[in-house]
């Protein structure tokens, strides 16, 4: 499985998105759908981007029962996406029920990739809202090994975490990893940053970059810097 850089799309808007992605007139981006657009625009905007050739991370982050995400994983697999996801916290049964839904009846499935805890989750509110009580890389590390024993293929984490993810779930198991800024960009909301080449070495297999390309003056040149930082 080859390093990737997929684009956050993060528009509210089928015609913001399309503006957007017209300006790639040679290579066709991995781009990710979050719920904002795919709740503004429907199945019909994951259709429509896929007809321009370009692989999709569809970021819907199930967690329900077992059964009900089973189904709903049946439902995006037609949509024929490239990668989804899930949080891990729906338990080991529910990544399995995932996993069976996602397959089709060729055998060939999307990838699929688990949430352990949200980065706007700190140790504090895990211990009083969550009231888990453990060290929170511990926990993530725990979910990660859940993920792995249920069968999926890797999860997102921080580039800060991906060395660690692979020490413990093995090193094919995927680390993708947002919070990636160029060396002299804004880092803007995000904390713990890295740039593509120190992803690179670290060893993440897919960074998720969204305004350092989505809001620079040339997104094109700006995706390129990122391919030939963490690619080629
Ligand atoms: O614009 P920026 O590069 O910060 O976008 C990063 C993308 O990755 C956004 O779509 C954000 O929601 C997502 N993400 C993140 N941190 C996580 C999980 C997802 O930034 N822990």
Redesign the pocket.
């Known amino acids: 499985m080859g390093k990737d850089v997929i684009i ?1 799309c ?1 528009f509210a808007s089928a015609e913001k998105t399309f503006e957007f992605l017209d300006k790639f007139t040679t290579r066709k981006p991995f781009v ?1 759908i ?1 719920m904002e657009l795919f709740y503004a625009e429907g199945p019909s905007i994951v259709k429509e981007i896929k007809a321009r050739g370009h692989k999709i991370f569809l ?1 819907l982050k199930l967690h329900d029962i077992p059964n009900t995400v089973k189904k709903s994983m049946a439902v995006l697999s037609r949509l024929d996406v490239d990668m989804t996801n899930l949080h891990a916290a729906g338990t080991i049964t529910m990544m399995e029920g995932a996993l069976e839904g996602l397959t089709r009846e060729d055998g060939t499935r999307p990838l699929l990739i688990a ?1 352990t805890q ?3 989750t700190d140790q504090e509110r895990m211990e009083n809202d969550l009231l888990i009580k453990e060290p929170i890389d511990k926990v993530v590390m725990h979910y990660a090994l859940n993920a792995a024993k249920a069968g999926l293929d890797g999860v ?3 580039p800060l975490e991906a060395g660690k993810v692979h020490d413990t779930c093995g090193k094919n198991f995927l680390t993708v990893t ?4 160029f060396a002299d960009g804004d880092i ?3 904390k713990r940053v890295m740039t593509p080449a120190e992803a690179k070495k670290i060893g993440s297999d897919y960074i ?8 620079a003056e040339d997104p094109v040149a700006a995706y390129e810097r990122c391919i030939a930082e963490f690619v080629d």
């Open positions: 956050a993060d990710k979050g970021d949430v949200l980065t706007s997102v984490c921080s947002p919070g990636v800024r803007g909301d995000q998720v970059v969204g305004r350092p390309i989505t809001a």
